[in-house]
Each structure stands twice: as C-alpha cells, then as structure tokens.
Nanobody, 122 residues
Framework: QVTLVQSGGGLAQAGDSLRLSCVAS????????MGWFRQAPGKERDFVAA????????YYSDPVKGRFTISRDNAKNTVSLQMNSLKPEDTAVYYC???????????????WGQGTQVTVSS
C-alpha cells in the first residue's frame, strides 16, 4: 500500500510560480510512475503531467506544456510539480498519483494524494 502526502500550493497571482510536492511511503517509489492531475469545480479530474519510473520520461498536457515541470527524486521518494507563469485557468485542486504503469488518465493510477488547492487570481 502506497501513501502519498502532498504539500505546497495556495494562492498566487497570474504570472506567479508555485511548487507542489508529494512524498510517497509504503512502497518502492522507484518502481512507480508518478503523475499530477487537477480538478476544477464542476469538472472532471484532468491529467497534468507524469514521469515514468523506468526511463524518467515526462509527459505534459497541452495547457501546461512549457510552463509546468514535473521532477522526481527517488532518493527522497518525492515527486514535484513546478508551476510557472500561472494563469487563472490553472485554479483547481491538484492531486499526485502513483501507478506501476505509465498513464495519462485517472483509471491508470492506483494511489492518490489528498489533494492541494491552487488558486490563481488575475
């Protein structure tokens, strides 16, 4: 059983930067691909970014490509999401997630963090 604990997020203005972190415990972190998703009010949970366990490849959704960066530190069992040039439309609850496979949809992931609110004002 993998447990994911998130930190970071909060309030920001358009153009600002925020960083989210997610610490995993209870499993072999390096065996898992890690992802970030977000869910805005009244909307479905959408893929944001992912990093594979095997080759460290990264994947991004089009709305965040070039602005967000996902990274992982296997020694610290941590995955982070650096969010730059934030926009009001980035406002959502952000979730980290873990899977033994690489995935770009929620159904691909087995474990989820508790969620962190990110609010970007214009």
């Amino acid at each position: 059983q993998v447990t994911l604990v998130q930190s970071g997020g909060g309030l920001a203005q358009a153009g600002d930067s925020l960083r989210l972190s997610c610490v995993a415990s209870g499993g072999i972190f390096s065996d898992h691909s890690m992802g970030w998703f977000r869910q805005a009010p009244g909307k479905e949970r959408d893929f944001v970014a992912a990093t594979s366990w095997s080759l460290g490849r990264t994947y991004y959704s089009d709305p965040v490509k070039g602005r967000f960066t996902i990274s992982r530190d296997n020694a610290k069992n941590t995955v982070s999401l650096q969010m730059n040039s934030l926009k009001p439309e980035d406002t959502a609850v952000y979730y980290c997630a873990a899977t033994y496979n690489v995935g770009l949809i929620t159904e691909d992931y087995d474990y989820w963090g508790q969620g962190t609110q990110v609010t970007v004002s214009s």
